[in-house]
């Protein structure tokens, strides 16, 4: 078998080289197989290292720029790049100059600049961590997501973005059973976070902890764990999960004891949905079909809409280099789709959850700004009218809630969130 497809640090060089070179997401790679000849606790490097990597990378580059007489093809530079990040974080100088050289021999168009790759990495394991220390992580977002961001929050709201997203995040997890945080907490060695979320430090083997097997938990970010926390004990009622997969808001609607329906298009998205159901010993009925199929109607229809994402930035900095703003236009018009669709099969009296992990308004504040104008059956209902566990600072004044990733006082923050509880007014007899 190729090496690169097995040695864990060959593995990560590939993926940078396809995140940077040709605008590949981490999501995306992993779909198409790039992790499958490695073991979990190796993926788990993988994905930390490439990530760590992309955080730093105004970092990485004004550092090697001092090592550099010119500036390198792309896929030496991020040779260089990666083994900056793993000796800057600590790991074994020899292995990882070792692998980085053996990689660079292994392709005959980067063969001849190893010994380069050996020379500078060898340098910088001497001399420049001292110089990493001192320098800064933050990195500046692009230009089509920053000046949008700067007239929504101001300039000095991004900047804290910009520091927060330079932070690796840690590992937040939501219970099936939110009675007994304070027992897992001590177990997990976490700090209990908005009430009943449990952080954890990150690089972390998830399957390897206690209770993940068991499904006494699942993996879930503070925010995004919000919009469902606040409607509190949920039996008897009939709740749709419209854009569900992978899942962690379907697993925490039937841990509160709702009758959910879970839809996606995803088939492949589904199964894993399918696992953690299994594993937490929930339930489901788990429909794969696209979301303007489903007709029935419900008490309440949870629409996480397909977003641009810009709020999961500090989990997933290959973002960035992913996107450039050109499909948010197509992203912003099938939401508005969605949200119409869902009031059409929500009951009287019944509630629909917009939420979208975008730190864009026209995704959210704009959207719902214009569903009520085209649908005056509906209102805002106000978060402190179904359970009051969030800052008053996240709430706006029509009700909705807007959340940044640094709307916190944790420093490594929280995703970016928008959400809106619109109920539906009962017809008039």
């Not at 230009?143 to 000095?156: D, F």
Request: glycine share 6%; charged share 25%.
């Amino acid at each position: 078998m190729n090496p690169s497809k097995t040695k864990p640090r060959f593995v990560a060089i590939d993926i940078l080289n396809e995140i940077l070179g040709n605008k590949k997401s981490f999501h995306e790679l992993r779909a198409l197989g790039v992790l499958k000849n490695l073991k979990p606790n190796e993926k788990a490097f993988v994905q930390r290292l490439v990530m760590d990597t992309l955080r730093n990378l105004d970092r990485c580059d004004r550092l090697l720029e001092k090592y550099l007489k010119k500036d390198p093809k792309l896929r030496i530079k991020n040779i260089l790049r990666l083994g900056l990040t793993e000796l800057a974080t600590g790991g074994a100088s020899h292995a990882i100059v070792n692998e980085a050289v053996n990689y660079a021999a292994s392709n005959k168009t980067s063969r001849p600049m190893k010994g380069l790759v050996n020379a500078v990495l060898r340098k910088l394991s001497s001399q420049g961590i001292e110089e990493w220390n001192k320098g800064e992580s933050i990195s500046r977002l692009p230009e089509w997501l920053r000046g949008p961001l700067i007239n929504a929050y101001g300039k000095k709201t991004v900047i804290e973005i910009e520091k927060i997203q330079g932070f690796t995040p840690p590992i937040d997890i939501t219970l099936k059973d939110s009675s007994k945080i304070h027992n897992w907490a001590n177990e997990l060695d976490g700090r209990i976070v908005f009430q009943e979320s449990i952080r954890l430090e990150s690089g972390k083997q998830i399957s390897a902890l206690p209770g993940f097997k068991e499904g006494d938990w699942w993996v879930q970010d503070a925010a995004a764990s919000i919009p469902i926390r606040l409607l509190g004990n949920l039996s008897g009622k009939k709740v749709l999960d419209l854009c569900a997969a992978p899942g962690a808001k379907t697993l925490q609607l039937a841990s509160l004891g709702a009758d959910v329906t879970a839809v996606d298009i995803s088939a492949s998205r589904l199964e894993l949905l399918r696992e953690n159901l299994e594993r937490c010993g929930l339930r489901a009925n788990i429909i794969e079909s696209d979301a303007f199929n489903i007709v029935d109607k419900f008490d309440i229809v949870l629409l996480d809409a397909p977003c641009s994402a810009t709020g999961t930035i500090r989990r997933h900095p290959d973002l960035v280099f992913c996107k450039d703003g050109s499909d948010f236009f197509e992203l912003i018009e099938t939401q508005s789709k969605l949200l119409d669709h869902a009031s059409s099969i929500v009951e009287d009296n019944g509630l629909i959850i917009y939420a979208t992990c975008s730190l864009l308004p026209d995704e959210g504040e704009c959207q719902i700004e214009e569903f009520l104008t085209r649908n005056d059956q509906f209102v805002i209902k106000k978060p402190n009218e179904i359970g009051k566990i969030i800052p008053d600072a996240w709430i706006m004044n029509l009700g909705d809630i807007r959340i940044t990733p640094a709307s916190s006082n944790e420093k490594e923050g929280l995703d970016g969130f928008y959400i809106c509880y619109l109920q539906k007014k009962p017809n008039k007899p």
